[in-house]
């Protein structure tokens, strides 16, 4: 068979795509507890998320280019317009706005208002709203029951006034101070005719009439309205209403005064038609005499409608502890206690009305003597909070309990820890996560994500009944177990937890299975926090991912190799720029039939001075978590640019050459710019740069990262999407994007020779590709049968080990110059077939010369000698920097072996071959010994390549 077939071109013709100029960030925030929508300069609604579609009760895409205005009234509407006006000159504005719902009723929205730019010019607006209707109806709520709480410290205005008509006394509250302008020193000595003179003259005969008519014995309430106070020449207009009790033997009149808008025509209130405070507060106000025991209301208020209760109150007072709960009668007690020494008291307690019980909050305030040297009795105002003590426990349900489980939330959760933490109990704690659920949110929908998180809280219910379980966020759960620390109990616990990951859950159609991790750790005594054990907990389910087997770990201080690398990596990162350990490699990309050269991947590269080479697997996410990702991302440009501009130079046949972008990259406003700019700057014309996007970068089908590779295209560069058909983005996206070409998933060449579906799925691939004009590559052949297959499903070009390794800047020249490569079959194949092979461990003891200490890494050994050891691992050590490993085999006692590793090879399937020396020959003799009983075993087996 011929290396290359000869087979017909078709020219590929670069397709455009409108897309609107308004960025739109919605579909970011679908899962934004808040409603989110942009407008464009105009006012209209450009695009939203489904929660503003609900929240106004309008269904689908109804809300498109409307007006903001035509859901608000014209007073609302101008109010609010200065805002908007703001935010379109590049504020961020906050406001309160009343919207009307499709169905009439008005809803009150927090709302901000973030300008939206485009090339520095501002297009429009992002909105966020959420609606707080409810939270103003309970504030409303909440004051009114204040108010009825605290009537005489919320109200400054109102004023207590006993009058003893037989000597003529007045004892005043201490709100007269302000409602007449005077000390509260000059208030105490105040006498009924000093009072009488803070009356208007013309008054004064009203105020008069009201003592006259309670003398007379009536008992409904007298009612008028008076001008206050001489040093505002009695231009204070206050409402005089009153009622008659007896203390002792002896009639009081006893008067609220509060301050009220004035009366056209100002008169006494006939008492039968009188509309007194009395008679219209809902508070029930009372006072009761200790030595009498006489008991008697100004107002029932709430008890009005109680009679039952209200009679037993006013004639068997003795008998009210009858009706109080026994849990509070402590309180009231103490209460009793201030009381009679003088202090006024405020309680709370609950009450027996109707057979339930009712919540109260009381005022108390002592009635002295007339030598103030002991109580003589009290007055009491009494609310009814039950609505309140409800809603507040509605409040803590919704604030400790997840809305979506009905699970306790991480911080209820984090409490119940701490207190059994404060008890010195102790206990084991569990962080499980189930890995789906951003998987089934993004391909099946949040309905169907929903659910399965009340699928895995019910499996975790059923498997561990008596844990008091939390949900941390998504399907990551944590579990408390109260019985005492018992390490083989627990692995039995994980394996039946694991097996999990065997089953298919069924959901609405669909089936699911988990991908279950566990991270243990235990409180035994020792001085900790409750986060710190969540940190814990966290740390060991962050090892168990990264490790494939068991799938469970127990935490413990120490870091394992894995992270311990990784921990010094992400530190070294930020420096590795400046220190110049970054560089670049290039991988050709040739035609698949006649093998011409047709561009060139930029790969990056990271030489360690501590680790060595640095897989980019490695390091990429670690870029990105830390946001080195953009001076990496910028550093990559401008090193191609500069490498381009040099062929040109040199007059060489240069070809594009493609770098790999971030999907953080194409988030950031700038960054088309940026790609512009250093082209323009180093001379390069556009169609020699080519962008390499993930597939994952289309997963939020986002407007920005449309228009910034919109953007791109129009200026000539070319767009490639990498990784095609590893299942994350739909065929529709490809035509959603201006793209030139696709690149599939190097996974599909190695399964394309084994699994006649492969060969199937690529089949409708190419098939689409041609009709969108798309270039199909294949990545990652390493033989050619491989090779040949691809040609049979007419993919155009190939990138693999079969046609060049990456290799150096300075080889790119020969390789324009020669300009077709020739296919050879890829070497440092894993083994296929089954190894004589032990389990083992390695950890650092020293490296460059300094002694440290970190947990271990799986290997596995295939050979031994007297002299040195080979094995496999999935971690990349560094060689020949002063190394030192200690090697422990499993399930075998034996002592500490020391080796040093002298060579390292990588396979092609991500694992890595090491050879290394005794350092004690004799220590050899533990593992050939071993090796002799041990089994065979397949690489991808142990490692789950497969």
């Not at 608000?72 to 009343?98: C, D, M, N, W, Y």
């Not at 607006?125 to 709520?141: C, E, K, N, P, S």
């Amino acid at each position: 068979m011929p290396f290359f077939k000869k087979k017909n071109t078709e020219s590929f013709i670069n397709g455009s795509l409108d897309f609107k100029q308004l960025v739109d960030a919605t579909h970011f925030l679908e899962n934004h507890p808040d409603a989110v929508y942009t407008l464009n300069l105009d006012g209209y609604i450009v695009s939203f998320n489904q929660k503003l579609s609900l929240l106004l009760g309008y269904e689908g895409k109804k809300l498109h280019q409307q007006h903001f205005s035509d859901f608000l009234s014209p007073a609302e509407a101008a109010r609010i317009a200065p805002f908007k006006q703001q935010a379109l000159q590049g504020e961020t504005v906050h406001f309160t706005a009343e919207v009307s719902h499709r169905n009439g009723h008005l809803l009150t929205m927090n709302v901000t208002n973030i300008p939206i730019y485009e090339n520095r010019v501002i297009i429009g607006v992002y909105g966020i709203a959420r609606d707080i209707t409810q939270h103003i109806q309970l504030r409303f709520q909440h004051m009114q029951l204040s108010m009825k709480q605290q009537l005489t410290e919320s109200i400054h205005s109102i004023a207590f006034l006993d009058y003893v008509p037989s000597t003529n006394r007045i004892f005043l509250s201490p709100h007269f101070a302000s409602l007449l302008d005077v000390s509260k020193h000059r208030l105490t000595s105040m006498n009924y005719e000093e009072f009488i003179q803070e009356i208007h003259p013309d008054d004064r005969h009203l105020f008069k009439k009201q003592i006259e008519l309670l003398k007379k014995g009536g008992t409904v309430p007298v009612s008028c309205q008076l001008r206050m106070n001489q040093q505002l020449l009695h231009s204070k207009y206050v409402q005089c209403e009153g009622l008659k009790f007896q203390d002792g033997q002896q009639d009081v009149f006893s008067f609220i005064f509060h301050t009220s808008p004035p009366l056209l025509h100002p008169s006494s209130a006939p008492p039968a038609a009188s509309h007194s405070f009395f008679s219209r507060v809902e508070t029930a106000i009372y006072q009761t005499e200790y030595e009498s025991g006489q008991f008697f209301f100004f107002a029932h208020g709430f008890l009005q409608t109680h009679p039952s209760e209200l009679e037993q109150i006013q004639n068997r007072p003795s008998t009210v502890h009858e009706l109080i709960h026994p849990d509070d009668l402590p309180k009231l007690a103490d209460a009793n206690e201030q009381i009679l020494a003088g202090e006024q008291v405020q309680l709370t307690y609950r009450f027996l009305i109707d057979q339930e019980w009712t919540w109260l909050d009381e005022i108390r305030m002592p009635l002295r003597n007339e030598q103030d040297t002991a109580t003589t009795g009290h007055q009491g105002i009494v609310s009814d909070i039950t609505v309140f003590k409800q809603q507040e426990e509605t409040i803590r349900t919704l604030s400790s309990f997840d809305q979506k489980t009905g699970l306790p939330n991480r911080l209820l959760f984090l409490e119940e820890l701490e207190h059994r933490i404060l008890r010195q109990s102790p206990c084991t704690l569990m962080a499980l996560h189930f890995n789906q659920l951003d998987q089934v949110n993004a391909h099946i929908g949040y309905t169907i994500g929903d659910q399965w998180l009340l699928k895995t809280t019910e499996l975790l219910q059923d498997y561990l009944p008596d844990a008091y379980c939390t949900r941390i966020s998504g399907d990551h759960y944590a579990l408390l177990l109260t019985d005492p620390f018992d390490e083989s109990h627990l692995k039995l616990l994980c394996q039946k937890l694991l097996a999990l990951n065997e089953t298919r859950i069924a959901i609405d159609g669909y089936t699911i299975s988990p991908d279950l991790k566990i991270g243990i750790n235990h409180f035994d005594g020792t001085e900790t926090s409750a986060s710190e054990l969540m940190h814990g907990a966290n740390r060991a389910l962050t090892r168990a991912t990264l490790n494939k087997r068991p799938g469970y770990e127990f935490y413990t201080s120490q870091l394992n190799l894995e992270m311990y690398r990784r921990h010094q990596l992400e530190v070294s990162l930020k420096q590795s720029i400046e220190r110049e350990e970054l560089f670049l490699e290039y991988q050709p990309k040739v035609d698949i039939w006649n093998g011409r050269l047709l561009s060139f991947e930029a790969l990056i590269r990271w030489e360690h001075p501590e680790w060595g080479r640095i897989p980019p697997k490695d390091f990429i996410p670690l870029s990105e978590e830390s946001d080195c990702y953009q001076p990496i991302g910028n550093w990559v440009i401008k090193t191609v640019c500069s490498l381009l501009q040099q062929l040109l130079r040199d007059d060489l046949p240069v070809v594009p050459i493609s770098i790999n972008v971030s999907p953080k990259q194409l988030l950031h406003s700038e960054f088309a710019k940026t790609i512009i700019g250093a082209l323009q700057h180093h001379h390069v014309p556009s169609r020699l740069l080519k962008l390499e996007i993930p597939e994952h970068a289309l997963l939020h089908d986002s407007e920005l990262v449309k228009d910034t590779l919109r953007h791109l295209h129009q200026a000539g560069v070319q767009i490639i999407l990498d990784s095609y058909g590893s299942g994350v983005s739909s065929l529709t996206s490809l035509f959603d994007y201006p793209l030139t070409s696709l690149k599939l998933d190097r996974s599909f060449a190695a399964r394309l020779t084994e699994d006649p579906a492969v060969g199937s799925f690529i089949k409708g691939i190419t098939y689409f590709a041609k009709e969108l004009n798309l270039l199909v590559v294949a990545e990652g052949v390493e033989t050619l049968e491989q090779l040949d297959r691809f040609r049979d499903l007419e993919c155009h070009a190939v990138q693999g080990y079969l046609f060049s390794r990456p290799v150096h800047a300075d080889q790119i020249a020969p390789l324009l110059t020669q300009s077709t490569l020739q296919p050879m079959e890829a070497i440092h194949q894993p083994p296929k077939k089954p190894l004589l092979s032990l389990h083992g461990h390695i950890s650092i003891t020293r490296l460059n010369g300094k002694a440290i200490t970190v947990g271990a890494s799986s290997v596995l050994i295939t050979r031994s000698t007297n002299r040195s050891v080979h094995f496999y691992a999935s971690i990349r050590l560094p060689i020949n920097h002063q190394i030192e490993l200690s090697l422990q085999l499993t399930d075998v006692v034996h002592p500490r072996i020391l080796i040093e590793p002298l060579s390292l090879t990588e396979l092609d399937n991500g694992l890595f071959h090491y050879a290394a020396d005794y350092k004690v020959r004799a220590q050899s003799a533990h593992v050939i010994k071993a090796l002799e009983h041990s089994e065979q075993l397949k690489l991808d087996d142990v490692f789950l390549l497969s």
